[in-house]
């Protein structure tokens, strides 16, 4: 399908609206919601394109209780609710959990309402902690159905672009890469999927559709919501500053094209322009100096720019340190880190570090995974390098990055830039890596011998319900571990990239911003990645930060409707 080219920029200007919301991710969501109560919301964007790092995502979110899932009502929520105290501990306030999960039903159902999405329910997907109190094995994550983006008309080319693009129009749901990721492996059941999907995406082209899926899928349609809405969208428009009159924001100074605008809202103003992925100065403060500059795979427009608004204003902050940390194939020169999901947990592979031994369960969920590194960084043992280390079998049978296929040779531009390392036995290997070579083949044999009894006693791979969703069925007695028998042997490069910061403003359970003292900040609201993670330290299941992005864009509508505003209106 023809690229259409991008439509007018809509000019800001003075106005007054009843909500302002700062962000074109989940803060569609906030916008939705006050429009169905009765509201007029103006969402600004940063950058030129509409999405934010939702649209770059996987598109999953995690909100339990709601109608998509097998089970609903008070037996549900309080299930969640035990499982979000497991997991979250004392790593956040219990009320902002407890009011995710009151409001998440009520947010599904507005967004069934208000966009022409539908969901679906992603079973099988693992909570990431299933063996805590309250976790399921089967999973909480739902996905949107693939989403026909032709109905954003002349505004399509303002959706932010994914990630990853298929070489075929194919909309593929999280759900189906699953399946599509071991097709040398289960081909009946991955070309049955990648048949229904390339039917729907090359006949929805031949007829005048255009279907996407996950982080697509989503932005599109709460795109296509806030358009049928008539809900105003500004974008290349960004926050300079908030207006505060008293103890209250009033609105917000934007710039356009290097001029300065006022927009007063009645209602308050909502902070949902995401974390500060790209400022490598904070990052590099609250984080670790040995982060790569702009690794992220957040929304470059991300730099932190409602954080410090709001910081300015007497805001406080809290989990700076923290991420949805995401190991990923580290980058060409000049290019971004590449995508890795199902990689790490695949059989017939292990990762190693500078000293060529393993340091950690490789199938881990990758926010574990970066807080283990980080913890090995502040106890003086930093991972100064990472290998995912398999060999041809492994290369034969499953994707790598999304889109090298099995048995496709890895790109000659890896080796040229010694990302990626190829060798007869495992010796040569580690040579060729700079790891020590007694001790990563010793690490070779152990994986071998773990493998045969599947059972590994040194970082217990395999045994969680969530390292064996993306492992492959076909493998027995242990889907995450099988011996590396087949030459040649294979090691690329690792980085610890990330989804995005989750650090942030303080908010309560009404998504209200509060000050250092605890007191609200009246007529300010943040949500998403702007606000410190409502589940502290953790990640409970595949799209928790979408989740909690769309339902505090829920609660906070719904507060802010209920303020009158300073005209009495």
Not at 117 to 144: I, K, L, V
Not at 406 to 419: C, E, S, V
Not at 422 to 428: G, I, L, T, V
Request: aromatic residues 8%.
């Amino acid at each position: 399908m023809a690229k259409k080219p991008m439509p007018p920029l809509a000019t800001a200007r003075e106005m007054t609206v009843d909500l302002l919301v700062v962000g074109s991710g989940t803060g569609m969501a906030a916008a939705l919601a006050a429009h169905e109560l009765g509201l007029s919301s103006l969402v600004v964007e940063k950058t030129a394109y509409v999405g934010g790092s939702t649209a770059r995502s996987g598109g999953a979110f995690w909100i339990p209780g709601s109608s998509i899932l097998p089970d609903t009502g008070a037996a549900a929520t309080a299930e969640a609710q035990t499982y979000i105290r497991a997991v979250v501990r004392d790593s956040a306030p219990v009320e902002r959990g407890q009011a995710f999960l009151d409001a998440g039903p009520a947010t599904v159902a507005m967004l069934e309402r208000t966009t022409p999405m539908r969901f679906f329910w992603a079973e099988g997907y693992s909570d990431y902690h299933p063996e805590q109190p309250g976790g399921r094995a089967e999973g909480r994550t739902c996905e949107c159905r693939p989403f026909d983006a032709s109905v954003l008309g002349a505004e399509r080319p303002r959706l932010r672009p994914g990630v990853m693009e298929a070489p075929v129009p194919m909309p593929v749901t999280g759900a189906d890469y699953k399946w599509m990721n071991l097709i040398a492996r289960k081909p009946v059941k991955a070309f049955s999927r990648i048949l229904r999907r390339a039917a729907l995406g090359i006949g929805g082209m031949l007829i005048g559709r255009e279907y996407l899926a996950g982080g697509q899928a989503l932005a599109a349609g709460l795109f296509a919501g806030v358009l049928r809405a008539g809900i105003p969208v500004w974008t290349e428009t960004s926050l300079v500053r908030l207006i505060q009159d008293g103890n209250r924001i009033t609105g917000a100074v934007l710039r356009q094209a290097g001029k300065e605008v006022t927009v007063t809202a009645r209602r308050g103003v909502v902070l949902a322009a995401g974390g500060f992925d790209h400022d490598m100065v904070a990052r590099h403060k609250f984080q670790s100096p040995l982060l790569a500059d702009d690794a992220s795979l957040g929304c470059e427009g991300n730099t932190g720019d409602a954080i410090t608004a709001a910081q300015e204003l007497g805001a406080d902050l809290a989990l700076m340190d923290q991420a949805w940390w995401f190991p990923a194939f580290a980058p060409l020169p000049g290019a971004a880190p590449l995508v890795m999901l199902a990689e790490r947990s695949l059989p017939g592979s292990f990762v190693v570090d500078q000293t060529g031994r393993r340091f950690i369960n490789e199938a881990t969920d990758y926010m574990s995974f970066g807080q283990s590194l980080l913890e090995r960084e502040r106890q003086g043992d930093p991972a100064e390098q990472m290998w995912l280390v398999f060999d041809q079998r492994y290369r034969n049978n499953y994707i790598i990055a999304g889109a090298i296929f099995p048995r496709q040779p890895l790109p000659r531009a890896w080796f040229d830039a010694g990302i990626a390392h190829r060798a007869d036995d495992p010796a040569e290997l580690a040579r060729l890596m700079g790891v020590p070579e007694g001790a990563f083949t010793d690490t070779f044999r152990s994986v071998n011998r773990y493998a045969e009894t599947g059972t590994d006693p040194d970082f217990a791979r395999g045994e969680s319900a969530y390292d064996r969703y993306y492992g492959d069925p076909t493998v027995a007695p242990n889907p995450n571990l099988a011996p590396l028998t087949k030459a040649p042997y294979y090691a690329v490069k690792m980085i610890l990239s990330d989804l995005g910061t989750c650090g942030g403003v303080v908010a309560d359970g009404n998504a209200r911003v509060l000050r250092e003292d605890g007191s609200v900040i009246e007529g300010l609201y943040a949500i998403g990645n702007t606000a410190a993670n409502a589940f502290g330290a953790t990640y409970p299941g595949a799209g928790a930060t979408i989740g909690q992005g769309l339902v505090y864009g829920y609660i906070a509508a719904r507060h802010a409707t209920a303020q009158q505003s300073p005209e009495g209106k």
